[in-house]
């Protein structure tokens, strides 16, 4: 048998194109052997939504995957705010030696 067509919706997600139903969703519910209820998300653990081989899908609560992904942002804005303080330090470094230089030549010229 063919595998059944299926398309990349608006979010990112395979879908299929006869039924319009989340390819992930069906893929775990075929390894459950049972329909998904409501409330349960299927996640998929590399952040690749086209991937969606089994290894890669993980089951959890709305409240779980809530919480999973809140610590990847928080993650990811610790990150932001750390590179921002690298490139302020560097901006503050490059001002200071062009301060100096300033200064170097200010100097010179009042002394001599
Ligand atoms: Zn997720």
Same mark, same amino acid.
């Given at each position: ?5 299926t ?8 879908r ?8 992930? #969703? $069906? ?6 052997? +049972? %329909?998904?209820?409501?409330?349960? !998300? ?16 993980e ?5 779980e ?8 942002? #928080? $993650? ?6 750390? +590179? %921002?303080?690298?490139?302020?330090? !560097? ?9 100096l ?5 200010l ?6």
């Amino acid at each position: 048998m063919r595998a059944p067509e299926t398309y990349v919706d608006h979010r990112g997600y395979l879908r299929y194109c006869d039924s319009n139903r989340l390819v992930h #969703r $069906r893929i775990m519910e075929q390894e459950l052997g +049972r %329909r998904l209820v409501k409330g349960e !998300v299927v996640h998929h653990r590399s952040g690749n939504k086209l991937d969606n081989s089994i290894s890669n899908l993980e089951l959890m609560t709305k409240q779980e995957h809530w919480k999973r992904h809140l610590k990847e942002w #928080r $993650r990811a804005r610790v990150a932001a705010r750390t +590179r %921002r303080s690298i490139g302020c330090c !560097v901006a503050w470094a490059i001002l200071l030696v062009a301060g100096l230089i300033t200064i170097g030549t200010l100097n010179c010229g009042i002394w001599r």
